[in-house]
């Protein structure tokens, strides 16, 4: 069974440049995650979505963060503009439903300068 | 919200030894506690998960307790092995919401 897909792998920018990461998550899975993890501490649940819609973004920075889930499948997650303190990996992860097991992609490392 | 606090944030023992770790949470009302453990340049693995109905489970070296009274969890690892050594997470959370994670315990295990 593949895993949970995340594109690019590493990315660096300069603050107030835009990003946007991709996540395919495993086939069948309907929960889809999106969480910030910053050098040091653990994951930081940023979106939830169920299918195609949100179950919480209650911690999403939403003056710069947005996240969509077309179709109920891909994923993306950008950031615009950014800023030093999104430095962070972006991890994806998804389950079969709301309170199953969360299986969790590479990440994408984000700098920001 | 839920806060999970995650004791001690570095361990270091030797092959063979076994390895603890302890999570407290605040919410009474979480009842999912998965610990996952993460390999540099990889995402977590979930390893062991309990719920609030049972208070143990083992798999093979690894195992979890749970006190709901005293709201905290331990994970136990016995026979520890080189390949033990990762950053390990726990987190707590209720039915389908959010996980939240404690700050992570980095366990080596030296030969």
């Known amino acids: 069974e593949a895993g949970v897909a995340q594109s690019p792998r590493y990315k660096i920018i300069e603050k107030r440049q835009s990003v946007a990461f991709w996540c395919n998550p495993i086939s069948g899975h309907a929960t889809l995650y999106w969480y910030q993890q910053i050098l040091g501490q653990g994951p930081k649940l940023l979106i939830q979505?169920?299918?195609?819609?949100?179950?919480?973004d209650s911690q999403l920075p939403k003056d710069r963060f947005s996240a969509e889930r077309l179709k109920g499948v891909d994923s993306t997650l950008k950031i615009q503009p950014a800023k030093l303190e999104d430095s962070a990996v972006y991890l994806c992860a998804s389950s079969l439903t709301t309170d199953g097991e969360q299986f969790f992609g590479p990440g994408t490392r984000l700098t920001v300068l | 919200g839920e806060n999970v606090e995650q004791h001690p944030s570095t361990l270091s023992v030797q092959e063979g030894d076994s390895a603890v770790i302890k999570c407290t949470y605040s919410?009474?009302?979480?009842?999912?506690f998965p610990w996952y453990k993460q390999e540099l340049g990889k995402g977590p693995q979930l390893i062991i998960d309990?719920?609030?109905?049972?208070g143990e489970k083992k798999d093979q070296r690894i195992a979890v307790t749970l006190n709901k009274t005293a709201k905290h969890f331990s994970l136990h690892i016995t026979e520890t092995q080189p390949e033990d050594s990762a950053v390990y997470f726990c987190a707590a959370s209720i039915g389908g919401t959010a996980l939240i994670f404690g700050k992570g315990t980095t366990l080596s295990v030296s030969s």
């Open positions: 979505f169920q299918n195609n819609g949100v179950v919480d």
């Open positions: 309990i719920r609030s109905n049972v």
């Open positions: 919410d009474s009302a979480s009842n999912y």
